[in-house]
């Protein structure tokens, strides 16, 4: 099945090639559409700021009907010696148990003292150490939502890739990764890491900036608009002043559907361009197993609003959301956070 995902992609690819005589914008619409039907259902994409009900407060989430390596195979609650939640069942998914209640997944106890955690707690990461500069300053100064960037620098000259780890605050493993990234040291070029980039959110583990106000829905920002409008606004400010070759805004998604196979793990695109090669790389390596724990599935475009949508349209800068799945253990999803943001330092030449 493995080879099916693959034929898939190259399908995709020669998708491109064959309409590589046509404006770069109509291919990377027709790929995105390519992608969602009929192979991958988006589940939900409809989160809205006022009026945003308790059932879209998550991630779209894309499932591909492949086998992968995630045949669901279920048990109910009452049958396990666990202490499962009544109204949940067992599924096993890509090798682990998790909880599921028919659309979404149990969150495991996910709660990590991460700013007293090394990359080293999670495994082989980063591992080489290059001459670099750090400095860091706020974002949003003085509010509650004053959040911080880090920057690390190379005399080197290199590309420059900007993290945005968790707009959507209870999404734990983005920022937990993006923090301890701030620990890596790089060949050449720079790193901004912006964790957590929706500080309350984090702080409150929830989603949102405040009341029902889902950041990811408000980019480009307003300056003189609501919180979220506020803070996307400076997120979105601060990308376009350092302009990135290369933005990663990491995510973690928890829908679960019933009748699919199981792939909550995710990459987002809004288009391709620019970042062709290492996007495929990047979904052929979670495939043969060199990074992360199970095949990562591919979706796009981002929704309207979203840093992946509006910084890929409104600066042109290649943008990849990383989605993982929040029915798995901690350690496991910052693992393929950081699988991940490695995977690509590497591929540009920064590691
Ligand atoms: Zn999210």
Redesign the pocket.
Known sequence: MRRISILFLAALAALFVGCSKESSQTIAYETANAVKSPEIIEVSDTVSSENATQEADV?PVSEVASDSAAEATTETAAESDSPYVEGYQKVVVSGETVLWDGYKAWEPDSVLDIWNMKLSDFGEYFTETFEVTRDSYKLMEGTFMETEVVHIHSENEGPCVYIVG???GD?KA?WYAAILTEQATISCGDLYILAPANANGARNDS?YVVARQDL?RFFPGDPNGNEAERLADAIFSDIADKRPSFVFDL???IIMTSGRDFLGSTYIFTKLDGMEDLFFNMVFATQDGTICHNEFSINGPGPDGSVNNTVTNELRIPTVTV?TFRGFKIERRVQDQLDTIQFVLDYLGML
């Open positions: 991630e968790a707009v959507h999404e983005a989603r990811n995510h973690e998604a989605e």
